[in-house]
């Protein structure tokens, strides 16, 4: 066995030594295969939780509309998958163009020119704009849970294709690209490890102002509209948990230090933030529920999502603790206003993100703030870095506001957004898709 | 008394609900279920219009005071038919002599235990 696994081990290496010709690239760098995998599992990862996310929102409406609500997901990884080769990586990871609107490479277009290219963090190009095409699959699919229940299918296909080249794209590009404005902005640019601003306020601000725009569902909030299955939610909210491990330690672009610094924020935010709940909804309701315990899961991972590269565990902790404090309270506060984010992606993913954004800066890690000093040259403060984290937000809030308006005035105006009352009575499945989800479930 | 069992389309379920809420009869049972009639259904299966062997319905059954069955019979066809003049699949009602009602909680029988 062990003469058989050794000659095994220098064939391996003679592979390893004649294979290296093919992975050099035309420029010299040489593929990292360490990196270049995790980074696969990464990007594998972060799909998993767009069926994750179609799960968690599914449960959440009514069984006639389940079908519905999880194609808003699925549809967005068809749509947005083509528009991301397409256009999306090119308007993301371009050079600036249009004063720095977005970015364009035209050796981006349908990735033409990456066929060969190694980045280089030792990752195949290909890998990385698969990964970063993964957020944008995502991003649009969470604005999906603000509307649900009333948006006709074509306008809600149509929305998302636009927003995702006219406000994902330009905010992806400001605050990742090398040359976006963002990312220059002060010592080390805003942080956004993995997408605070660019996937959860922007999605969540988005959300509140189409579920404004599109009003209520019909009897809402007289009548209460009972979830259809939370078994799918948890499932849904376990699978997001355990895809956001690629959402966040693969944004590290690295297998190493950093990448191990983010999984574990990860880790710590995500169960602090559910505890939190279920001991807030245990003081305040007399219970701790599970769909509790799943919006602490996503509340504590959305805000640990900015935070992951440069906090450490006690900051990700209190930064799960606050979000879950801070979106419980945010969903009180709704339900007041009366206005109907059904599935809560403002309350979570807009006012999580912004949690997450702002107060990192309490927690960052005295090594990254050493850097920022000497890249300041001198010296660089929490609440210098505080002003630009309140900047990009800022930013992102009203790009996603303003935009995300014109877009669905537009939608509207020349394919419908809002489902008629008809098919809103009969549900999206029925209207939609001709198909009905739930085989003998009980109609809610 | 009188027991109304009506049978109708799984999509015309919250039109009927809410007709019958808006006529001030809101104690109802609604459960699914599946079964054979007049109408041969459609659906869409990978692309291939399908005929299923049991159609899918929504069964509503209502214990009403015999004042109340118009309201309550009428209200159900003006809601449930298609496209106001109906179609085959539209479903059926049917009325049945209740013998007996009795409010657990408080042991009423009769017409005030409705």
């Known amino acids: 066995m062990k003469g058989l696994f050794k000659r095994s081990a220098i064939i391996t290496g003679l592979l390893l030594f004649f294979a290296a010709g093919s992975v050099l690239a035309s420029d010299g760098t040489q593929i990292d295969t360490g990196v270049t995998a995790w980074m696969l599992t990464s990007t594998a990862l972060v799909l998993l939780m767009v069926p994750g996310l179609a799960m968690f929102y599914g449960g959440l409406v009514r069984t006639k509309n389940v079908l519905g609500t999880m194609m808003h997901s699925f549809v967005a990884m068809g749509i947005m998958a083509v528009l991301w080769v397409l256009v999306g990586y090119s308007m993301s990871f371009g050079s600036n163009v249009l004063g720095g609107w977005f970015g364009w490479n035209k050796d981006y277009f349908l990735l033409k020119g990456i066929d060969e290219t190694i980045t280089p963090a030792g990752v195949p190009e290909y890998v990385f704009s698969m990964f970063q095409g993964k957020f944008a699959i995502i991003t649009p699919a969470l604005i999906a849970g603000a509307f649900a229940e009333r948006i006709s299918f074509k306008g809600y296909v149509v929305f998302i294709a636009l927003w995702g080249l006219l406000v994902y794209n330009p905010l992806c590009h400001w605050v990742w690209a090398s040359d976006g404005f963002l990312f220059n902005m002060g010592a080390m640019g805003a942080i956004d490890f993995a997408g605070g601003t660019v996937v959860h306020i922007a999605s969540g601000v988005s959300g509140l102002v189409a579920a404004l725009y599109v009003g209520s569902r019909r009897g809402h909030p007289k009548t209460a509209v009972a979830p259809s299955n939370l078994v799918m939610t948890m499932i849904g909210a376990g699978l997001l948990w355990v895809g956001w491990f690629g959402f966040n330690a693969g944004s590290s672009i690295s297998s190493g230090l950093l990448t191990a610094q983010a999984l574990t924020a990860t880790q710590v935010a995500a169960a602090a933030g559910a505890m939190t709940w279920i001991i807030v909804e245990s003081i305040h309701q007399g219970k701790a529920s599970a769909l509790g315990f799943a919006s602490g899961i996503l509340a504590g991972l959305v805000a640990v999502t900015p935070a992951a590269g440069v906090v450490q565990p006690a900051g990700a902790m209190v930064l799960g603790l606050l979000a879950a404090i801070i979106c419980y309270l945010a969903i009180l506060m709704k339900n007041k206003l009366g206005y109907d984010d059904s599935l809560d992606a403002f309350g979570i993913h807009g006012v999580g993100g912004i949690v997450g954004s702002m107060l990192l800066v309490f927690f960052i890690r005295k090594s990254w703030m050493a850097s920022a000093a000497t890249a300041a040259g001198g010296s660089w403060t929490t609440w210098q870095q505080f002003g630009v984290q309140a900047a990009a937000v800022s930013i992102a809030i009203a790009y996603a506001a303003i935009l995300t308006f014109i877009l669905i005035f537009i939608v509207n105006k020349f394919v419908g957004f809002r489902a008629s009352t008809e098919s809103e009575m009969q549900g999206l499945d029925h209207s939609y898709h001709g198909e009905q989800g739930y085989g003998m479930l009980n109609p809610r | ?114």
């Open chain 2, 1 to 114: 008394m009188k027991l109304i069992t009506a049978i109708i389309r799984e999509n015309k379920l919250d039109q009927v609900r809410e007709a019958l809420i808006d006529a001030e009869i809101t104690r109802i049972t609604v459960s699914r279920v599946s079964g054979h009639g007049q109408q041969y259904n459609e659906e869409i299966y990978r692309g291939a219009r399908v005929i299923p062997n049991l159609i899918p319905k929504v069964r509503l059954e209502i214990a009403v005071n015999d004042d109340f069955v118009n309201t309550t019979v009428d209200t159900i066809i003006k809601s449930a038919r298609t496209n106001s003049k109906g179609e085959v699949g539209d479903g059926k009602i049917f009325i049945t002599p209740l013998e007996e009602c009795i409010r657990i909680r408080t042991g009423e029988r009769g017409g005030k235990a409705i």
